[in-house]
């Protein structure tokens, strides 16, 4: 158990809707980072969040968003969704400063049908 | 710009020693990490290099080389659960984090047969 915890676990929807993923990050951890991985693209950065302001984006969509709330819980809001956002959504914290490892949340299953 | 590569595959037999090779390309060094992730589950941190040389954590050690690029994760006595893949990714810093988002490669699919 790596200390983050992301849900739901497992989300189906139809295209066209819009979904939210919530993320809470290891005690003491200022960053949060999305990750998207599908089977044709590996693991690929969406966004960060440092202290509740974002530090980087990556190749996001803009159908999708993201924030972090004062309690540094985040939430990744995807709209409009399409078949090809399937995928595996993970979350990852990390304490910003020192070795800064990024540790892992289990992963939200988005189905799109 | 940023580049990984890694072995798409590869098997070995139980007990055996394996080791699975990665070579990057990355503007500014800021070391190597490497993740193992079973099939549907989260990435699970296992190492992060950053000077050169080989450091061991137990069954798994990492290697580092930065004049060339070249790192290599090294599993020994091989056991039926290190099937997963091995994912090699660089950070890259930014305001606000000391070592900033992960670049990954492909990941190196590993099964052990018995």
């Known amino acids: 158990d790596s200390g983050v915890t992301q849900t739901p676990k497992h989300l189906i929807t139809a295209t066209g809707q819009r979904v939210t993923l919530r993320c809470s990050p290891r005690?003491?951890?200022?960053?949060v980072y999305w990750y998207q991985q599908s089977l044709d693209q590996g693991l690929q950065f969406l966004i960060q969040?440092?202290?509740?302001?974002?530090?980087a984006k990556g190749n996001i969509l803009e159908r999708f968003s993201a924030q972090q709330f004062p309690d540094l819980h985040s939430e990744l809001n995807l709209s409009s969704l399409e078949l090809g956002d399937s995928a595996l959504y993970f979350c990852?914290?990390?304490?910003?400063?020192?070795?800064?490892?990024?540790?892992f949340g289990p992963g939200t299953r988005l189905t799109v049908l | 710009g940023q580049n990984i590569d890694q072995p798409t595959e590869m098997t070995a037999t139980e007990g055996a020693i394996v080791q699975i090779n990665c070579t990057y390309q990355?503007?500014?060094?800021?070391?190597l990490f490497w993740y193992q992730q079973h099939a549907g589950e989260a990435p699970t941190f296992l190492s992060y290099?950053?000077?050169?040389g080989l450091e061991e954590k137990g069954r798994f050690s990492s290697f580092l080389s930065r004049s060339k690029g070249y790192s290599y994760l090294l599993l020994k006595e091989l056991q039926m659960k290190d099937s997963a893949s091995y994912l090699c990714?660089?950070?890259?810093?930014?305001?606000?984090?000391?070592?900033?988002?992960?670049?990954f490669g492909r990941g190196t699919q590993l099964t052990v047969w018995p």
């Open positions: 990852a914290s990390s304490p910003g400063t020192g070795t800064d490892t990024q540790y």
């Open positions: 005690s003491g951890d200022l960053s």
């Open positions: 969040y440092y202290n509740g302001e974002e530090r």
């Open positions: 990355t503007s500014g060094f800021n070391g």
């Open positions: 290099n950053v000077l050169d």
């Open positions: 990714a660089v950070p890259i810093p930014n305001r606000g984090s000391t070592l900033g988002r992960l670049y």
